[in-house]
């Protein structure tokens, strides 16, 4: 069964970290470039960052500096460290595979399989 499960999320005071994994299963997940996103009530999903089957990285803009995406294939795992977390961090965050597109795109629409998300809370 090929799926995507995210776990790491909480509630976390502002300048605080979290640790988010992505573990896939049934598709070799190094060879694809996979990507974080995030999307908050009432606000459009936002592609956060993404990691190239060679480790080349790519973030948005609004967490440069502070977000750090990694993989390890043998896990089949991919990680999202995050660091001086701001409120407006505050969403539901979901790894996904990206099929389509230009290599190291953060558009949503460029990527198919996605996980159900884990719930990231940061407060002030």
């Known amino acids: 069964q090929v799926q995507l499960v995210e776990s790491g999320g909480g509630l976390v005071q502002s300048g605080g970290s979290l640790r988010l994994s992505c573990v896939t299963s049934?598709?070799?997940?190094?060879?694809?470039?996979m990507g974080w996103f995030r999307q908050a009530p009432g606000k459009e999903r936002e592609g956060v960052a993404c990691?190239?089957?060679?480790?080349?990285?790519v973030y948005a803009d609004s967490v440069r500096d502070r977000f750090i995406i990694s993989r390890d294939n043998a896990k089949a795992t991919v990680y999202l460290q995050m660091n001086s977390l701001k409120p407006e961090d505050t969403g539901n965050y979901y790894c996904?595979?990206?099929?389509?597109?230009?290599?190291?795109?953060?558009?949503?629409?460029?990527?198919?399989?996605r996980g159900q998300g884990t719930q990231v809370t940061v407060s002030s």
């Open positions: 996904a595979r990206r099929t389509h597109g230009y290599p190291f795109s953060l558009r949503a629409t460029d990527y198919d399989l």
């Open positions: 049934g598709f070799i997940e190094d060879y694809y470039e």
């Open positions: 990691i190239g089957a060679a480790g080349t990285t």
